[in-house]
């Protein structure tokens, strides 16, 4: 809704007048005054939207009202103070009223961990039915958003149909659905709303896009916009890996203080590397790291770690994860019952001629012991005195390898289409060009098993599946 206005005396002075447009902003309801629902509460108010808060907890409500703060947070009584002095901030216990007089609301409810480690949905579910009993007699598109870190599936699976019961409405039509993940830090909370990490709004319709990416315009102009599941699992993730980072900083502290060496001058030079320490870089899911250095180094620092006595479980057990990605890439294989199988690229890594501790190796050796015919090829593996070297060296420090080594030249390629040729599943494990452009001559019912994600979206096939994506 557009409102008009303009200057009335100059418009009697017959003056050159031009008449501006103001947008109304959005009217929110935020459910839940925990350290989520309040700090949400205080900055969307901040934003110029009309806020109300909601929650069933009196002494929350109460003292919001009066601009007083339930939590410790920085910056936070000053926003509500102001949200409440200029009237653009109300609270209440009335779930009903507030979205009667608000167009989208914030769910940000409380999740606790079950007895058997999985997530409590209950005040999920509670919260979906009294916005559906409300919505039932609403007649405008409300955008119900929900905040809580929940398990891919909770949005779509528990709150959607359980609105939709309640309200005899269909999401995406007469209602929105969103799941839109925070990413607040206790301490720094209101500065991390105003300057996000990024804005996550995952939906299943324009509309709801078009309208959550409207509030949050003045402090993000580029949401990435996902589907709800992606949305979803994008928190889970976000904030394993900040675990991980402890553990591992963590574990290099311990490693370090036996040999008394100062562990924060070690990463104090390690995350000045964002090129590969601290970049995207290695993190995609794919197929499992190989080479002259990750393995050997992984067992080397592990070995040191016990000679001191030093517990380091995340670091122990990067070798069986990795392990277990081999053994994944050979379930995959399996399952497709081939007879005949191509693998597109044998060394650890494109662009490489290097065999050592090669996964592919792994992953050929367990093919063949299954009696399945391998062919195989590499762009960067040619015979010669070098490859001679390396099938020596790989001999010495793989021996359960030596019997794919010694036949690797029998059944290595010269071109990918010959390799194809009568494969009935294609391994790949590198991206290239003249591998991609070599799949066009593969036969028409191969099967597809995809170690590197080949193409930028999964191909949706019965001959496709991915190690990491469907």
């Known amino acids: ?48 939207h009309k806020v109300v808060g909601v929650d069933v907890d009196k002494s929350k409500v109460e003292s919001i009202a009066w601009g007083h703060s339930p939590i410790v947070e920085k910056g936070l009584s000053d926003l509500l103070t102001q949200g409440v002095a200029d009237k653009s901030l ?38 979906a039915k009294s916005i559906g009993k409300s919505l039932r007699f609403k007649a405008d598109f409300h955008v119900v958003v929900l905040r809580c870190s929940v398990p891919p599936g909770t949005t779509l699976n528990i709150m959607k149909p359980v609105i939709e019961k309640w309200s005899g409405k269909l999401a995406g039509e007469d209602f929105g659905i969103c799941f839109n993940p925070e990413f607040l830090r206790e301490g720094t909370a209101v500065s991390d709303f105003h300057t996000p990490p990024k804005t996550v709004i995952g939906v299943t319709d324009v509309k709801t896009s078009d309208i959550m990416s409207k ?42 203080k036996p040999m008394g060496i100062d562990s924060h001058a070690v990463m104090d030079i390690f995350v000045q590397d964002t090129k590969l320490n601290l970049s995207p870089y290695y993190l995609k899911p794919g197929f499992a790291f190989g080479g ?40 995959l294989i399996q399952r497709t019952k081939p007879k005949k199988v191509a693998i597109l690229g044998v060394a650890f890594k494109p662009g490489t001629d290097d065999l ?12 063949q012991k299954d009696g399945i015919e391998v062919t195989a090829y590499d762009p960067a593996i040619k015979p010669g005195p070098h490859i001679e070297k390396q099938f020596d060296y790989m001999r010495h420090a793989a021996p359960h390898l030596k019997a794919v080594v010694d036949a690797l030249p029998t059944y290595l390629a010269e071109t990918p289409e010959t390799a194809l040729e009568t494969a009935d599943t294609i391994v790949i494990a590198q991206n290239q060009p003249k591998i991609r452009s070599a799949l066009k001559s593969r036969q028409k019912d191969a099967v597809i098993v995809d170690l590197v994600r080949i193409t930028s979206t999964a191909p949706v096939s019965s001959c496709y599946t991915g190690i990491g994506w469907s």
């Not at 608000?102 to 079950?114: K, M, Y």
């Not at 393995?295 to 392990?323: C, F, G, I, Q, Y």
């Open 215 to 256: 509030i949050y315009a003045p402090v993000d102009t580029n949401p990435i916009v996902t589907s709800i599941e992606v949305a979803e699992l994008v928190k889970y993730v976000d904030n394993v890996w900040h675990a991980t980072k402890v553990c591992f900083a963590n574990e290099v502290g311990r490693l370090c």
């Open 90 to 127: 109300s609270t209440t216990t009335d779930l009903d009223r507030a979205i009667r007089e608000t167009d989208v609301t914030f769910v940000s409810v409380g999740t606790p961990t079950n007895e058997d480690g999985g997530c409590d949905t209950r005040a999920i579910e509670a919260v």
């Open 356 to 367: 050592r501790e090669s996964p592919v190796l792994e992953l050929i050796s367990a093919l």
């Open 1 to 48: 809704m557009n409102v008009y206005v303009g200057n009335v005396e100059r418009a009697q002075k017959f003056e050159p007048f031009q008449f501006k447009a103001i947008e109304t902003k959005e009217a929110i309801s935020v459910i839940g005054l925990g350290y989520v629902g309040a700090v949400s509460l205080a900055c969307l108010s901040k934003l110029g």
């Open 292 to 331: 002259s250095c990750l393995p050997k180094e992984v067992r080397a620092v592990t070995h040191l770690a016990k000679e001191l006595d030093v517990d380091l479980p995340l670091m122990d057990a990067l070798l069986p994860s990795n392990d277990e990605q081999i053994d994944q890439a050979v379930d």
